[in-house]
């Protein structure tokens, strides 16, 4: 079974401190992804990346940074979090570039920034 | 139009009886689309792919109707713990990210 952990499943932070939110997935998967969700606006990309190094922008980047040093480890980065940063931030990793879409997820970190 | 679209719900429905949700897409390209299902509180799971010939698995039916645009979810028998949101995924008209998910269907099933 695929396995995608995220490194707190909660998380309060003051508006202004930098964030870190850790992912790592352990099936080897190329491509690793950051989601935000949130009631009424659904799924929405933050960051991906189909390899080590690599990174490119989703839907949504402003206020975030990725760093991808290693192939099962994708980390979200909230430079000076904000109140509008509070969110389910989901992580999920999928097969190669051919088969992008069977998205394993992570269990989510629920942020509260105050 | 929007990428992926969803009515929202909720689907309230005895257990028992058979559901269907649609959702529309606007990339007439699109070849490949999928339904996941996510759980209060819980992550989103693949539930099944929806290709032009379609899907069965189980009580559940997934269907695409490309001259209409949209793909179908069909749940027979529905139990208890179908109730869940599920969420349309499908591939983007434009830009170099894969997936667009729908906002989903919240489905509840009742004793």
Same mark, same amino acid.
């Given at each position: 079974d695929v396995k995608?952990?995220?490194?707190? $499943?909660?998380?309060? #932070?003051?508006?202004?401190? #930098?964030?870190?939110? !850790?992912?790592?997935?352990?099936?080897?998967? !190329? %491509?690793m992804f950051w989601y935000r969700q949130d009631p009424g606006l659904g799924l929405r990309l933050i960051? &991906?990346?189909?390899?080590? #190094?690599?990174? !490119?922008?989703?839907?949504? *980047?402003?206020?975030? +940074?990725? +760093?991808?040093?290693?192939? !099962?480890? &994708?980390?979200?980065?909230?430079?000076?979090? +904000?109140? %509008?940063?509070?969110?389910?931030?989901?992580?999920?990793?999928? *097969? *190669? $570039? $051919? +088969?992008?879409?069977?998205?394993?997820?992570g269990p989510g970190t629920r942020l509260t920034v105050t | 139009r929007k990428e992926v679209e969803?009515? @929202?719900? @909720?689907?309230?429905? @005895?257990?028992?009886? =058979?559901?269907?949700?649609?959702? =529309?897409?606007?990339?007439s390209a699109s070849q490949s689309f999928f339904w996941y299902r996510q759980d209060c509180r819980k992550e989103p799971k693949l539930l099944m792919s929806v290709y032009s010939s379609g899907n069965e698995d189980g009580r559940f039916t997934a269907q695409l109707n490309r001259a209409s645009q949209y793909i179908s979810l069909l749940i027979r028998d529905s139990k208890l713990s179908d109730s869940a949101t599920y969420l349309c995924v499908g591939l983007r008209n434009s830009g170099n990210t894969p997936l667009v998910f729908g906002k989903g269907t919240r489905l509840s099933v009742i004793a």
């Amino acid at each position: 079974d695929v396995k995608v952990t995220q490194s707190s $499943r909660y998380l309060v #932070k003051r508006t202004g401190e #930098k964030v870190f939110l !850790e992912c790592v997935q352990d099936m080897d998967h !190329e %491509n690793m992804f950051w989601y935000r969700q949130d009631p009424g606006l659904g799924l929405r990309l933050i960051y &991906f990346s189909y390899d080590v #190094k690599m990174k !490119e922008k989703g839907d949504i *980047p402003e206020g975030y +940074s990725v +760093s991808r040093e290693k192939k !099962e480890r &994708f980390s979200l980065i909230l430079e000076s979090a +904000s109140t %509008n940063q509070t969110s389910m931030y989901l992580c999920a990793s999928s *097969p *190669p $570039r $051919r +088969s992008p879409y069977e998205q394993y997820f992570g269990p989510g970190t629920r942020l509260t920034v105050t | 139009r929007k990428e992926v679209e969803q009515d @929202p719900g @909720p689907f309230n429905v @005895p257990e028992g009886a =058979t559901v269907a949700f649609n959702c =529309t897409y606007s990339n007439s390209a699109s070849q490949s689309f999928f339904w996941y299902r996510q759980d209060c509180r819980k992550e989103p799971k693949l539930l099944m792919s929806v290709y032009s010939s379609g899907n069965e698995d189980g009580r559940f039916t997934a269907q695409l109707n490309r001259a209409s645009q949209y793909i179908s979810l069909l749940i027979r028998d529905s139990k208890l713990s179908d109730s869940a949101t599920y969420l349309c995924v499908g591939l983007r008209n434009s830009g170099n990210t894969p997936l667009v998910f729908g906002k989903g269907t919240r489905l509840s099933v009742i004793a």
